[in-house]
């Protein structure tokens, strides 16, 4: 889905932009993000939700696949809301000019600042415990919130400010649904060990404590079942449960009028990967919620999801240039680049397979079979195994697809070495959207006491 193509000059070319023109410009490696496949992975959801689904709709986000200004504006700016997790990408969401009302504050463990920031803000909460629940209430009551007046929404959208002390908070209740996916399989058990969200066999409570909180506006519900998910079943399966959560509120006078059936759609990493499409899946959820409430009675809830990884991952780019290389006879060929696990731990941490192409030499036959290492002190530290390279010289241009999602947003800096940096590209213009740390970033945060100066 990427908007490349091969320039005369055996080039990749992204979003108009030939990638080893991009490396020189800002250096290696670099994320290199195309705009236009965000966009239209986003207007995909969109506009599925508008097809399919009878009643109102919301796509949110979801951030911690990549949370930064630029994406977060991205999403913004194509009417998409943003589940964020944590105050830092609340932060960046508000910062990115992303309405309060559009932002989802999600997480298992949400520090008391984090909830009184979140408070402040005016987004709406996604309460994921019991803990969780009776500090909100103590905290907002600390804070002078009587949650006694009307449920309106902040005047400007556009400019966020602190909702008045009468209105209550907004948030919603995260629900385990004993529905457990396992990327090519799922299972349905009775209690489910995840360390997210309310257990189901508690809901009589639940409803009927948040009934009595004149502070909190319970408006909907939530569950998440999992992430880089093939099947559709599952979360049509989500959907009906959680049709049926919401008729339970209604009956301890909670009008639930929202249903966050998560994110979780996987996407192609390699050829063997087989998703299915966004309106794929989009679809049988919108038709479970229409039946299950047509069946019940139930007004149509606002129909929310919040995916990552398939609006953001196969957007974007890694480019790496080709160092050192190692040939083992008979065994091995390694090859290394500038890069790796710092800043993408998804194979060492989740043995991902990733696709990869040489940006300057895009018609050369693949000949060669190597196995792409990072620069780590680390044996672990390897992007591919046995990729299926063309001959290769030091000082090419090595490009793995598809590292959007999860990439960027856990980067670290082991080893000590920056953060890449990130661009946007379109139309064949390229923005910086995340400067390269550089040695200074590195120290910033150390402290020397006087007393350990040499
Ligand atoms: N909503 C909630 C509550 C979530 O926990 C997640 C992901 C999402 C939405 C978005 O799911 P997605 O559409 O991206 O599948 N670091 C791992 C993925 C962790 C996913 C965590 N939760 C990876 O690199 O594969």
């Given at each position: 889905p990427l908007t490349a193509k091969v320039n005369n000059q055996d080039h990749l070319e992204i979003g108009g932009c030939d990638v080893t023109t991009l490396v020189q410009q800002f250096g290696s490696p670099?994320?290199?993000?195309?705009?236009?496949?965000?966009?239209?992975?986003?207007?995909?959801?969109?506009?599925?939700?508008q097809h399919y689904y009878k009643g109102e709709s919301?796509?949110?986000?979801?951030?911690?696949?990549?949370?930064?200004?630029?994406?977060?504006?991205?999403?913004a700016s194509e009417g998409l809301g943003i589940d964020v997790v944590s105050g830092g990408e609340l932060y960046t969401a508000l910062n990115a000019g992303v309405s309060p009302e559009k932002i989802y504050f999600h997480g298992n463990n949400k520090s008391r600042e984090e909830l009184t920031l979140a408070i402040q803000s005016g987004c709406?909460?996604?309460?994921?415990?019991?803990?969780?629940?009776r500090s909100l209430v103590e905290i907002a009551e600390k804070m002078g919130?009587?949650?006694?007046?009307?449920?309106?929404?902040?005047?400007?959208?556009?400019?966020?400010?602190?909702?008045?002390?009468?209105?209550?908070?907004?948030?919603?209740?995260?629900?385990?649904?004993?529905i457990e996916c396992h990327t090519h399989e799922y299972i349905r058990t009775g209690h489910l060990d995840s360390k997210f969200g309310f257990d189901p066999n508690d809901l009589d409570e639940l409803f009927a404590f948040v009934s009595q909180q004149s502070v909190l506006n319970c408006v909907g519900l939530h569950a998440h079942i999992g992430s880089q998910i093939f099947e559709r079943q599952p979360h049509q399966d989500l959907a009906a449960v959680m049709v049926q959560w919401m008729s339970k509120a209604a009956g301890y006078g909670l009008t639930v009028t929202e249903l966050n059936v998560g994110g979780g759609l996987g996407i192609k990493y390699t050829e063997s990967d087989d998703p299915p499409?966004?309106?794929e899946w989009v679809k049988p959820i919108c038709e479970v919620i229409q039946q299950a409430c047509a069946?019940?009675?139930?007004?149509?809830?606002?129909?929310?999801?919040?995916?990552?990884?398939?609006?953001?991952a196969t957007a974007c780019v890694t480019a790496y240039t080709i160092g050192s290389s190692k040939v083992i006879p008979d065994?091995?060929?390694?090859?290394?680049?500038?890069?790796?696990?710092?800043?993408?731990?998804?194979?060492?941490?989740?043995?991902?397979?990733?696709?990869?192409?040489?940006?300057?030499?895009?018609?050369?036959?693949?000949?060669?079979?190597?196995?792409?290492?990072?620069?780590?002190c680390e044996s672990g530290d390897i992007l591919i195994k046995d990729a299926?390279?063309?001959?290769?010289?030091?000082g090419d241009i090595l490009v793995v697809m598809a590292t959007g999602a999860y990439n960027y947003s856990m980067a670290s800096n082991y080893n000590r070495l920056p953060r890449p940096a990130a661009v946007v590209v379109a139309n064949g213009e390229a923005n910086l959207i995340l400067q390269r740390e550089t040695y200074q970033d590195l120290i910033r945060q150390d402290c020397l006491p006087e007393r350990l100066k040499n």
């Open positions: 670099l994320y290199i993000l195309d705009e236009e496949t965000l966009r239209i992975a986003c207007r995909q959801y969109r506009e599925s939700f919301q796509v949110l986000y979801a951030s911690k696949a990549w949370s930064c200004l630029a994406v977060c504006a991205i999403a709406t909460i996604v309460v994921d415990n019991w803990y969780e629940l919130r009587t949650g006694d007046g009307e449920n309106v929404e902040s005047n400007s959208p556009h400019h966020p400010t602190t909702p008045p002390p009468h209105h209550p908070i907004r948030i919603m209740l995260r629900l385990t649904p004993g499409s966004i309106e069946a019940q009675n139930l007004p149509l809830p606002k129909l929310l999801c919040e995916p990552g990884r398939s609006l953001i065994i091995r060929t390694y090859i290394a680049v500038d890069g790796g696990m710092s800043d993408n731990p998804r194979p060492i941490t989740y043995q991902s397979v990733y696709r990869t192409v040489v940006a300057n030499r895009m018609s050369a036959s693949l000949t060669e079979t190597a196995t792409i290492a990072g620069k780590h299926q390279l063309p001959k290769t010289e030091s």
